[in-house]
């Protein structure tokens, strides 16, 4: 077991009087959602001052830094920004303290409603100068398609952040930030998975609390019709097929039985340029839809030894034949407390069954717990 790690910088400056004042604290990773912080310490009056309440330091938007782990493995959990305190001034004085919240720097993205024409631009490049615009280095995958002004124009009338979410729902794309860099890009499915959680394995066990739910209901077809408005053609796009990698052996169709058909929606209400617009938008639509089983439990932090992140494919064993495997993790919250370091994890899977080439390093290899 190892012993967890936890460091608090506001400013760059590490707080030492936030260790000994600290009640809770957790932060919140997820694939879609800013990341947050929240911060629970004790109040005391001091001389006739409470303490931390007259700190510089504890003011909003002032820049926080979180970094957790483990004495030899540590990762930035969150860099980001104080948004809002709130200090409780309780009947009995002994029992008075401070609340603190905080989000990461998308939180400068999502503030000001913005009407703005992209001409003549890929996704990527719009993704590209926003990011850019905010001081950020973009990590932005290449989206090819050009929006020319002669067919069509893209019209932003949102916040930059839900700007950069509706292109990226059209790519099938994840945009988030993290610390000082912004994010457009494919989910990284086939990443290298991180170390094996193990449920239900004896001494090997960092898992407790774990669920999963299998939705034989969601779609495996995506359609479009569209006429263009120039030549009047009627375009047509199917998709029935996903680019990502798949993290088991049984997809969605795989569980229909025979004579069944697949789960089909038609995309409507939405403008596109043409085939390659529409092929975009089916396969973004259709890569959100295949996540078919979800999963959450909670970590024993300190016997698992590891920061468990999302956006990260991660092994899960321990759970039998059909379910044990790769899944995509999609949110973490990690906390600290008196009682120790707990990781809650919510995780996805478009498929079920083993492919073969999982690594499942812990113990004695199997996938049902001894």
Not at 144 to 160: G, K, M
């Amino acid at each position: 077991m190892q012993h967890d790690f936890l460091q608090i910088e506001i400013e760059g400056e590490e707080l030492e009087e936030l260790y000994t004042d600290l009640i809770c604290l957790e932060v919140e990773l997820d694939d879609e959602l800013a990341s947050s912080f929240y911060i629970k310490l004790t109040m005391l009056a001091l001389d006739g001052e409470w303490s931390i309440l007259n700190d510089d330091r504890i003011a909003a938007w002032k820049p926080v830094t979180i970094t957790a782990g483990f004495e030899d493995n540590s990762e930035e959990l969150i860099s980001g920004y104080i948004t809002q305190i709130k200090p409780d001034f309780s009947a009995n004085p002994e029992d008075a303290t401070i609340e603190i919240w905080g989000m990461d720097a998308s939180v400068l993205l999502d503030r000001v409603e913005i009407l703005k024409v992209w001409p003549n631009k890929k996704d990527s490049d719009i993704a590209t100068e926003i990011f850019r615009s905010y001081g950020l280095t973009p990590d932005v995958e290449d989206t090819t398609l050009v929006h020319d002004e002669a067919i069509s124009t893209i019209i932003q009338r949102e916040t930059d952040m839900q700007f950069l979410k509706r292109l990226a729902l059209r790519n099938g794309y994840e945009v988030y930030v993290q610390s000082s860099s912004g994010y457009f890009k494919s989910p990284a499915v086939d990443d290298d998975a991180q170390p094996v959680l193990a449920v239900h394995f004896g001494n090997e066990t960092t898992m407790t609390n774990f669920s999963l739910t299998v939705d034989a209901t969601m779609p495996t077809k995506v359609s479009m019709y569209q006429i263009d408005r120039l030549n009047k053609e009627v375009y047509e796009v199917n998709v029935e097929s996903s680019t990502l990698m798949k993290l088991g052996s049984t997809d969605a169709n795989g569980l229909l039985g025979l004579g069944m058909d697949s789960g089909q929606v038609y995309v409507s209400m939405n403008s596109t340029s043409g085939n390659a617009e529409m092929k975009a938008l089916c396969q973004g639509i259709y890569e959100k839809a295949e996540w078919f089983v979800s999963a959450e439990g909670e970590i024993l932090a300190n016997n698992y030894g590891h920061v468990l992140l999302p956006r990260k494919p991660v092994t899960i064993k321990g759970i039998g034949e059909v379910y044990s495997g790769l899944y995509y993790v999609t949110h973490v919250t990690h906390v600290f407390t008196s009682s120790g370091y707990t990781q809650y994890m919510k995780a996805k899977r478009n498929g079920l069954h083993t492919l073969g080439t999982e690594n499942f390093n812990v113990g004695n290899g199997l996938l049902v717990g001894v």
